[in-house]
């Protein structure tokens, strides 16, 4: 007996197909697109409220219940400076150790990592961070155009508003305790007052 | 069968309503089939990329996926949205990658009621860690207090590579308690700057670590 072929498969309306198509395409992007503003809480606003602006704090260890953020390495120290830049510029300073799995990062509101470096074990890494509000904001007059010459590299300048830096130091057991506390402590994040 | 002759106007009247009932419904079970396919269609497809992803956003070996842009910000969609709803903070992967394992090398759900054994060589990465999470992302209490294994708190064996047990029963070497906390999800975190996702500082392909079921209860 031969198969009945339904009347919908022997005659497919193209249009139908075609706007259907196009309309589940327009609704994917659009879904896709919304989708980072449509969950409840991100990590930035997770995270802010615990964090003074332009302080560094560095965070106890990791233990369940205590997780600041979904998926949150314990195997790691940090300390953390939420910087915001509406009233000046704020600057960061910070060394990683001559070791291995030291980081540092700067994290957006939206996620993105702004800056990234992780410690090289053959020698200390000095790290100078200057966020700006604006690219095009003027800060006043360099040491160079004043005839001044710089004993020290220039910070690199990073135009954010608002953001994380976030300083990782791996933690190795605690014979190693003291020497990460201490090394986290280096970090120094300075702007103006909130 | 009738003739019109024989209908009277107020059954004709009915006929005709009933006529352009029928036409109604046609138009709107058009339009019901042609939005529940948009639903279906857009709606399904924008789950599956954002939540399992796909060969251009993602890169596989046995049970470890890794996002290939994640935390970067030339990240595509996909992974924005992928991790914004994970609510987690990502590295860049110019300098960390993470892979995360929610099944093991035969494909069964990774469960607290089963034991494995993750088996591997990470010697061509700085820095690694290996950390046991529920399916919500959240460590699992254990009273010995541990929770991951990193490159400098493992124990390896002479070649280099190491071996760690998973499981509810303390284990002699590497052992991660996984207490009662139902399905779980590995985090391999690899410290690899400047290279891309699953290869090594050689530019060679990394050998990621095995996960092998021992037994369930």
Known sequence: MPLKVPQSIRHPNWRFIFAALVGAAILHICATMAAPYLTA?????????????NKVRILEPIAPGAEPLPFFPPDVRYAMCRFDTSKGPVSVAATLPADTGWTITVHAPNGNNLYAAASNPGRPTPISLLFIPSSEQFLGVTPEARGIARSTQPPQAISAARGIVILRGPQKGIAYTRYIDAELKKIACSGPKF | MLSHSSLTPIQIGLHKVQKRIAFYLGILSDWATFIGTVLILGLGTSWYMIDVGSPLTTKQQGPWTGWVSAG????????????????????????IKTYVAERDDDGGRLH????????????????????????????????????SYTSDTVAVRPDGSFIASLGRDARPGNWLPTGGAGSLTLVLTTLDPGTPLLDDANGTQLSLPEIRRLKCR
């Open chain 1, 41 to 53: 809480e991100s990590a930035y606003s997770r995270l802010a409220p615990a964090l003074p602006i």
């Open chain 2, 72 to 95: 970067r910000s030339d990240a595509d969609p996909y992974t924005r949205a992928h991790f914004a709803r994970l609510g987690s903070l990502q590295l860049s992967t110019e300098l």
């Open chain 2, 112 to 147: 607290s009621s089963c034991e494995y054994v993750v088996e591997g060589s990470l010697l061509d990465t700085d820095w690694w860690s290996l950390t046991a999470f529920d399916d919500r992302g959240e460590l699992i209490p254990n009273s010995a207090k541990r929770f």
